[in-house]
């Protein structure tokens, strides 16, 4: 082997050891420091906390949506209360007017040509269309004191109910909790059966057939109602058949369907009129199980108008959510900011700020009337919105909180593999 092939193969292995060298320097550098950002690892996800919570922080656009949520969900509290006041039944009720006067103008588009009179499972069409009342409403029983109290006043009626005079003392409810008892006023149940009642002049009822001393089934019961020829005096009459009362609407509804129809929205309204009353409409089905105390006491604790203003707060709550987070949204500038999965926490904390903000005033404006001797208060506590608030406390909390670990985990993992190493080329 020359001279020549000697020198220039020491001088390749020279540069070969050489490059090796400097790449174990690379490796031992680079392992310094990951060392090193190992060794400060608390320090390093400290401030990858920090920059989380200052990039998703709320910035001044962010307040005004956040004002905007906290108002508009107050006032879905204010007008729900508002529209669900517990108010007496009668002429002062301002819910009672506004739906009758909502059924007035319903019924003016309705044709009452038919014959007005009356007669056994027949309501006139003009009786239904031209009165706010209802049958099943009827709490006093045609008696004869009755009948000739109202002869001396003039009264008159279409047709001879001598035989539908009941034989004996009707016992199907006491006073005020008729509505415990028919099935007129169950906000289900009536639909069928209430709309049947206005359409035959009736009344149904929940007897209950006792089997033994802890066991009875519910017995279904319907009674005529009589009313003057001018469509007042209601008076509860004599058993009539609940089949018969059926087949009769059924029958009448295929003849006529108007007087279905006009009924039925009848039917809605009423119901509408006592759903925040002092006595309020039980829940569906409830006087098929329970006896009519039972079923009074249990809606003074829980009726159907605390259900309906529980499901709307609930959805309305919901709605503003999604209203203004869909807007927060749309103010996302790529630009600006090119982590939208960051710019998703600053929406979903507004919504969850909003939403505990109003639910916590909420609770404590009850507790104080509460704890002032206003136990009443109790029932303006905005349940829909206090499920939707835990909901976002829950799920919110948990998004944020994972989005927060892959933020910081993440870019850990960045700062430790940070460089990429330059190694050189020592193959032979």
């Given at each position: 082997?020359?001279?020549?092939?000697?020198?220039?193969?020491?001088?390749?292995?020279?540069?070969?050891?050489?490059?090796?060298?400097?790449?174990?320097?690379?490796?031992?550098?680079?392992?310094?420091?990951?060392?090193?950002?190992?060794?400060?690892?608390?320090?390093?996800?400290?401030?990858?906390?920090?920059?989380?919570?200052?990039?998703?922080?709320?910035?001044?656009?962010?307040?005004?949506?956040?004002?905007?949520?906290?108002?508009?969900?107050?006032?879905?509290?204010?007008?729900?209360?508002?529209?669900?006041?517990?108010?007496?039944?009668?002429?002062?009720?301002?819910?009672?007017?506004?739906?009758?006067?909502?059924?007035?103008?319903?019924?003016?588009?309705?044709?009452?040509?038919?014959?007005?009179?009356?007669?056994?499972?027949?309501?006139?069409?003009?009786?239904?269309?031209?009165?706010?009342?209802?049958?099943?409403?009827?709490?006093?029983?045609?008696?004869?004191?009755?009948?000739?109290?109202?002869?001396?006043?003039?009264?008159?009626?279409?047709?001879?109910?001598?035989?539908?005079?009941?034989?004996?003392?009707?016992?199907?409810?006491?006073?005020?909790?008729?509505?415990?008892?028919?099935?007129?006023?169950?906000?289900?149940?009536?639909?069928?059966?209430?709309?049947?009642?206005?359409?035959?002049?009736?009344?149904?009822?929940?007897?209950?057939?006792?089997?033994?001393?802890?066991?009875?089934?519910?017995?279904?019961?319907?009674?005529?109602?009589?009313?003057?020829?001018?469509?007042?005096?209601?008076r509860i009459a004599a058993c009539a058949s609940t089949a018969a009362m059926l087949s009769a609407m059924i029958e009448r509804t295929q003849e006529n369907p108007n007087v279905f129809v006009a009924a039925l929205i009848k039917q809605?309204?009423?119901?509408?009129?006592?759903?925040?009353?002092?006595?309020?409409?039980?829940?569906?089905?409830?006087?098929?199980?329970?006896?009519?105390?039972?079923?009074?006491?249990?809606?003074?604790?829980?009726?159907?108008?605390?259900?309906?203003?529980?499901?709307?707060?609930?959805k309305l709550a919901d709605l503003i959510n999604l209203l203004i987070a869909t807007l927060h949204v749309l103010t996302f500038d790529s630009s600006f900011d090119n982590a939208p999965e960051l710019f998703s926490v600053r929406t979903?904390?507004?919504?969850?700020?909003?939403?505990?903000?109003?639910?916590?005033?909420?609770?404590?404006?009850?507790?104080?009337?509460?704890?002032?001797?206003?136990?009443?208060?109790?029932?303006?506590?905005?349940?829909?919105?206090?499920?939707?608030?835990?909901?976002?406390?829950f799920y919110d909390t948990d998004y944020i909180e994972q989005l927060k670990q892959e933020f910081i985990l993440g870019n850990f993992d960045r700062l430790i593999l940070k460089n990429d190493l330059n190694l050189e080329d020592v193959?032979?």
């Open positions: 082997m020359s001279l020549e092939v000697l020198q220039s193969k020491r001088s390749a292995l020279k540069q070969k050891s050489d490059a090796t060298l400097r790449n174990m320097q690379e490796i031992t550098n680079e392992s310094y420091r990951a060392a090193d950002v190992a060794h400060h690892s608390r320090e390093h996800l400290a401030a990858l906390d920090a920059e989380f919570e200052q990039r998703t922080g709320l910035t001044g656009s962010d307040i005004r949506f956040l004002f905007a949520a906290v108002a508009l969900q107050a006032t879905r509290i204010m007008v729900l209360d508002k529209l669900t006041k517990i108010e007496p039944a009668g002429n002062q009720n301002q819910t009672e007017k506004a739906l009758h006067s909502l059924q007035e103008k319903i019924f003016r588009h309705f044709d009452s040509n038919e014959p007005s009179q009356e007669s056994p499972y027949h309501a006139s069409m003009m009786h239904i269309l031209t009165t706010s009342g209802v049958p099943y409403d009827a709490t006093s029983p045609l008696t004869q004191d009755a009948i000739r109290s109202l002869l001396g006043k003039g009264r008159t009626w279409d047709f001879d109910f001598s035989d539908l005079l009941p034989n004996d003392d009707l016992h199907l409810f006491k006073g005020a909790n008729h509505r415990f008892s028919t099935l007129g006023h169950d906000p289900i149940l009536g639909l069928i059966f209430g709309t049947g009642n206005i359409m035959t002049n009736t009344i149904s009822c929940v007897q209950k057939a006792a089997l033994s001393n802890s066991v009875s089934l519910p017995l279904l019961t319907t009674n005529h109602v009589i009313y003057t020829s001018n469509f007042k005096d209601p809605i309204l009423h119901i509408g009129t006592d759903l925040y009353t002092p006595c309020g409409i039980q829940i569906p089905g409830v006087n098929l199980i329970l006896s009519n105390a039972e079923v009074e006491k249990l809606t003074s604790f829980i009726s159907t108008g605390d259900l309906v203003k529980f499901g709307t707060s609930a979903r904390k507004i919504i969850l700020y909003s939403n505990v903000i109003v639910t916590s005033s909420n609770l404590l404006w009850v507790g104080g009337n509460i704890l002032s001797g206003n136990e009443e208060a109790i029932r303006q506590i905005d349940w829909g919105g206090l499920i939707i608030t835990l909901h976002h406390l193959t032979l």
